[in-house]
């Protein structure tokens, strides 16, 4: 069975743009939650969604936002953006978004900023 | 608020020597708990996990965790390091004070000497 999947795995950016994410949870996976990763830490949550509705959100900017689709699927958008918004975006999936259940990892894709 | 602490962000030891990570948590209602390993470029691979039930856990390649409530600790120990083993490990927290949300540590990274 495939895992999480992510895509672009890497991707360049200037300031002021804007970036979308995309990871496809695990095959009856019905919760996705998005981390950032900068170098050296551990990954911080961004977001979780269940069910196409948002069930979480770290400290975060407005500037991040992230959608779920009807096939769980899920999307996660920057506006403009900062150099120290370059960092490893991990996405995880779980069957549902109970604390008890593990997330499941994509690889990331990797965002730098110039 | 919860929090995780990882002792040491590197930890070296000698192939076939034991291997000791720390981690300890902060809640006054216990959270559930888990281990992730992180190798170069790639997402994070669930180690192990403890949620309800014996307190040593086992997980995959040989690691084992013990979840002590009075010392709020969840230390993952191997008995015999390999090569292999050289990577980021990061603990983790999730339950009803984090709103079933996974927060991080900052990670070890485990260097093994031959």
């Known amino acids: 069975d495939a895992g999480v999947t992510q895509s672009p795995t890497h991707l360049i950016k200037t300031r002021g743009q804007h970036v979308t994410l995309r990871c496809s949870p695990i095959s009856g996976h019905k919760s996705v939650s998005w981390y950032q990763q900068v170098l050296g830490q551990g990954p911080q949550f961004i977001f979780q969604?269940?069910?196409?509705?948002?069930?979480g959100r770290g400290n975060f900017p407005d500037r991040f936002s992230a959608r779920q689709f009807p096939n769980y699927s899920s999307e996660l958008n920057v506006n403009a953006l900062l150099l120290g918004d370059s960092a490893l975006y991990l996405c995880?999936?779980?069957?549902?978004?109970?604390?008890?259940?593990?997330?499941?990892f994509g690889d990331g894709t990797r965002l730098s900023i110039l | 608020a919860q929090s995780v602490t990882q002792l040491g962000s590197h930890v070296s030891v000698s192939e076939g020597a034991l291997v000791l990570l720390r981690c300890n948590y902060s809640s006054s209602v216990p959270p559930y708990l888990f281990w992730y390993v992180q190798y170069p470029n790639q997402g994070l691979q669930l180690l192990l996990k403890y949620t309800t039930g014996a307190t040593l856990v086992k997980g995959i390649n040989g690691f084992e965790a013990e979840f002590k409530k009075s010392e709020t600790s969840f230390h993952l120990t191997k008995p015999s390091a390999h090569m292999s083993d050289a990577a980021e490990y990061f603990c983790a927290v999730s339950g009803v004070n984090t709103g079933n949300q996974f927060y991080f540590g900052t990670g070890t990274s485990l260097t093994v000497i031959p």
């Open positions: 995880a999936s779980s069957e549902m978004p109970t604390g008890y259940q593990p997330q499941h």
């Open positions: 969604y269940y069910e196409k509705e948002e069930r």
